[in-house]
């Protein structure tokens, strides 16, 4: 057995509420309910076990994390346990007081998501009125010693105003800008066929990413991630099945992915009942895609398989029924062809209504 | 970009910290770490935004006079770039 190493991060998602509605948000379709969320003495004991085991990064998201009381807690708790301490949040719900809590209790970095340029568009796709606070939090972010990324989430509907919140972003002084596709899990799978891009759309943003890449060079950093179903070959999946990350849900579940829920073969143990590294090591559900023993034909015999991975497992899941499927996305996949006609029939199709994300 | 690598000025970049345990020290950052060895640590902390990398490695040759200085600068400015590739440094 070669050794194995612990998780690089682990996500904490700790707690499913949310102020807004996201009709691409990841999040399951089913959802943690309050009562079921792990308490403060849990969580910090999960942190505690997480640093011991020689994870680095801890992600504090949700749902809103700030929705929780202990969350300046939990910062702290991680921080002094040497943790790089990453808080993913609306911005929604988080004053300017609760800010500087965190940043004193040592938060190390803030990622804040926009949802458009425009505040009508961006209410829309939110389900809220979240825009202008969002605006306002980030400006609260840029007067505290804090790393801040400003995540740019584009679909079908806003990909045209790509500039324009290029252009805000840096208005609001960010260190980073992340510019991702929509993916189509949770919610988004639900409305991905008002989501997918158009190919003209795809190749439209990616010169408006490199121009935006080669103007801020000196000054903010710009990472970009591909859309999914036009892509030849599908992305490393979490960086590798059971390899980087580890999700704890609201309830304690330790996921591989946040999307893990949706392939049915899996058991999920909790933090509740078993120590972490021991989850880790031994639970089913993170051992099923270790490595590479699962793996059918073309992945098995693929040159590509220690790059990627053979994709994403949920993806799989999804279009092709089965989990340990080549992830369809693939353009050696045998079930490509149903992407293909997921991508068609979602551009043929006159826009249904949104599903909005609930609890 | 065209000026020579010994004028420019690394910089840390806004919160990237080093973390260090009894064993070893990592360099963290926003999106990952860099396990750090030996003098790197006196690297990183030189590069505080206000000494060229000309000065950096002035104060490195100061700080390890048993060690050649070419063999300094030749593994200091290697250690700079790959900093600056995992986006730890700006320079
Ligand atoms: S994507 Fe939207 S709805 Fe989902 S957790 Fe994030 S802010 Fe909340
Ligand atoms: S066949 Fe499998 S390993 Fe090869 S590129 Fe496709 S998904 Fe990756």
Redesign the pocket.
């Known amino acids: 057995m070669p050794i194995l190493n612990p998780p690089a991060s682990l996500v904490a998602e700790l707690t499913h509420r949310?102020?807004?509605?996201?009709v691409?948000?990841?999040?399951p379709i089913e959802m943690a309910k309050r009562e079921s969320e792990l308490t403060t003495p849990q969580w910090l004991d999960v942190i505690e076990q997480a640093a011991k085991m020689g994870i680095l990064h801890l992600h504090l998201t949700?749902?809103?994390p700030t929705l929780r009381d202990d969350v300046v807690e939990l910062t702290r708790h991680a921080r002094k346990l040497g943790l790089y301490t990453n808080l993913i949040t609306?911005g929604?719900g988080v004053n300017e007081d609760k800010l500087k809590q965190l940043c004193d209790a040592g938060l190390d970095h803030v990622q804040l998501?926009f949802q458009d340029s425009q505040e009508i568009t961006a209410n829309e796709y939110?389900g809220t009125k979240a825009h202008l606070l969002k605006i306002k939090t980030a400006q609260m972010i840029r007067t505290l010693p804090l790393a801040f990324t400003l995540n740019i989430v584009i679909h079908r509907e806003n990909i045209s105003r790509l500039n324009e919140m290029i252009a805000l972003s840096e208005t609001l002084g960010a260190d980073r800008i992340e510019i991702a596709h929509v993916q189509y899990y949770g919610?988004a799978f639900k409305n991905r066929g008002r989501l997918i891009p158009t190919l003209e759309q795809v190749k439209e943003a990616n010169t408006i990413i490199q121009n935006a890449k080669e103007r801020l060079k000196d000054k903010v950093r710009i990472d970009f991630v591909l859309p999914d179903y036009y892509a030849k070959f599908p992305k490393p999946c979490m960086g590798g099945w059971g390899k980087t990350v580890m999700l704890i849900d609201p309830a304690g579940r330790a996921l591989p992915c946040h999307s893990a829920m949706v392939i049915p073969e899996l058991e999920f143990d909790s933090v509740t009942e078993k120590p972490l590294q021991e989850i880790w090591a031994n639970s089913t559900s993170f051992n099923q895609f270790r490595g590479e023993a699962w793996m059918k034909e073309p992945c098995s015999g693929c040159e590509r398989k220690t790059q990627d991975f053979g994709g994403c497992r949920c993806q799989a899941q999804m279009l092709a029924g089965d989990a340990s499927a080549t992830d369809p996305v693939c353009s050696l996949s045998n079930q490509r062809a149903s992407v293909q006609n997921e991508v068609e029939t979602a551009m043929a199709s006159t826009p249904t209504s949104w599903t909005y994300?609930t609890l | 970009m065209s000026e020579p690598i010994h004028a420019r000025i690394p910089k840390l970049i806004r919160n990237c910290r080093l973390n260090q345990t009894s064993t070893d020290a990592v360099l963290l950052m926003p999106e990952g770490a860099l396990k750090i060895k030996g003098s790197g640590k006196d690297v990183i902390e030189l590069c505080n935004g206000t000494l060229s990398v000309q000065e950096i490695l002035a104060q490195l040759k100061k700080r390890y006079p048993q060690v050649k200085a070419t063999q300094i600068e030749i593994e200091a400015i290697e250690f700079l770039k790959l900093l600056r590739e995992k986006r730890a440094v700006d320079f």
């Open positions: 949310c102020p807004l509605h996201c691409y948000c990841s999040n949700g749902g809103e609306s929604v998501s939110a919610w994300r």
